[in-house]
């Protein structure tokens, strides 16, 4: 009996011993890539909300994915398994329709990170949803014309250090170009901060933010875009936080715009007046 209680005693520790590896190592990320990538899409079921009549809506037209990639090999065996059959955004697509959601109209970015952030809930990946404005339609004869926005560089390094605008829309960001798994063109940042030049702008994300012209008050406002480390504006010594999802934040004339640790200078110039014809 002694003998038949120690083997058990040692079958058990075995056992216990066998779970903790295991779970360590799936704490530590080792996940296959498709593991990773069917995790991914499930993720974005639990968002599906119920609209009432039996109809599921997803309120979203933005997702946002970070997935763990500490090396080039890494990021290779994740591009592989998205190259060998639908993109990230076709499989997102597909599982919240057969989860009963029709899905019209949403945008999937992906972008991957060395360092394992610790905001992470899961050790692979990070997702956000976001329900961020569109672009503005064009615009008719009876709008006034955007303000003109001259932006100025304090902190960071950008394509450049000074910018003009007079659009409906300005894009901030990390690159001059965000693309999907795919290489697909997803956004163009109007101004971009250069890749890898310093811990600024590596607190920059590729999609940080965007100014939107409001036709009605012929207003500017600052929306924050999902960005991993927050966006504000600095105004006369107080700083104003800009939430994501929200309408955005007024902008004045001399505010500084905050990206992470990255600034921005914006001075408004009303547009002249139009003459009569």
């Not at 058990?8 to 075995?14: F, G, N, P, Q, T």
């Not at 890898?196 to 009605?216: F, K, L, M, Y």
Request: aromatic content about 4%; hydrophobic content about 35%.
């Amino acid at each position: 009996m002694d003998i038949l209680r120690r083997v058990r005693d040692l079958e058990a520790k075995i056992a216990t011993t066998v779970d903790r590896t295991v779970g360590s190592l799936v704490q530590s990320g080792t996940r296959e890539p498709l593991e990773v990538v069917h995790a991914i899409v499930e993720a974005t079921v639990p968002q599906v909300q119920a609209s009432g009549r039996g109809r599921r809506v997803f309120p979203f037209n933005a997702v946002a994915v970070s997935v763990l990639a500490p090396s080039r090999d890494a990021r290779a065996r994740f591009e592989a398994v998205l190259g060998d059959g639908p993109s990230l955004r076709d499989r997102i697509v597909a599982r919240l329709r057969a989860a009963g959601c029709e899905v019209a109209d949403v945008d999937v970015t992906l972008e991957f990170v060395a360092r394992l952030p610790k905001s992470w809930q899961s050790p692979d990946f990070h997702v956000e949803f976001l329900r961020t404005p569109r672009a503005a339609p064009p615009e008719t004869g009876g709008e006034p014309p955007p303000v003109r926005v001259e932006v100025t560089v304090l902190q960071g390094v950008a394509e450049r250090r000074t910018y003009s605008f007079s659009s409906a829309r300005i894009d901030l960001g990390r690159c001059g170009e965000v693309r999907d798994s795919r290489h697909r063109l997803i956004r163009t940042n109007h101004v971009a901060f250069v890749e890898g030049s310093g811990d600024v702008n590596q607190s920059v994300s590729r999609r940080h933010a965007h100014i939107s012209h409001d036709a009605g008050s012929n207003e500017l406002r600052l929306h924050d875009d999902g960005s991993e480390h927050g966006t504000g504006i600095v105004r006369s010594g107080r700083t104003l936080a800009v939430p994501r999802g929200s309408r955005g934040v007024r902008l004045h004339s001399s505010d500084e715009i905050v990206l992470g640790d990255a600034r921005l200078r914006v001075r408004l110039e009303p547009p002249a007046p139009s003459r009569p014809r």
